[in-house]
């Protein structure tokens, strides 16, 4: 069941979002080559405890980090590690914030250094897609409008969209109803309301859409090994547009 947030709730929402906006662009202003996924983690755990807030991704359902950090292949879920970041690499990182008894997430990919012009436009079509999501989103917007425009962006640009992971309502929990797929038909699904809050986080891949979970049980690569891009938003729906609380 969806909740519907209150104007109070939302006002308590501001602050793990915002400290999810400020560590997305504390970590990507120091990631660079030579660094491990394990170090950007470390950056994410100090921010967020230093920010007053708790990291909601360690410990949730067994995960062992605050942040997933994605290399490349790696879509999501990336557990941070002793891999090294190179000069070239596309890293997503991933974070959730808790503080005042909600929730925050969001999600960046980073270029690192001189990168391919492929993984670039990957990049930016990523993002693109994310804004493509919420254009003419409002209170009444049929929920899966929301993965048809992503989807029919990614896919105009040669891209594929990937299908085992969606977005989500995000609150007192970190993963509420509903699901938000970054694909679907247009004019279907739920009719969102006003005060429903929802992460949109568009997964693209340049190759297939096709995933692989390692053995570790969760860093999602992509079958083909070729690159995936993550950009994630929380937003609010309001009755005339959106708004973007980590942004
Ligand atoms: N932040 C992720 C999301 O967008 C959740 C990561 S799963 C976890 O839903 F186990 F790492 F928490
Ligand atoms: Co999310």
Redesign the pocket.
Known sequence: MLQIKSEQDIALMREPNAIVRDCLKFVGDRIHAGMTTKEVDALVYDFIKASGAEP???G????P?S??VSVNEVV??GIPDDRVICEGDIVSV???AYKNGFHG???RTFCVGEVSPEKRKLVRVTEECFFRGIEGLKAGAPLYDIGYRVQKHAEANGFSVIRA?T??G?GRE??EDPSVPNYGKRGTGMRLPAGAVI?I?PMIAAGTWRVRVAEDG?TAVTTDGRPAA?Y?NTVVIREDGVEILTL
Do not use: Q, T
Request: charged share 15%; aromatic share 14%; net charge negative.
């Open positions: 909601s991704c360690l949730y359902c067994g995960y980090a942040a997933c999501v879920h991933d974070l959730c997430d969001g999600a992971y977005g989500h995000i970190m993963h992460c986080e969760w993550h994630e």
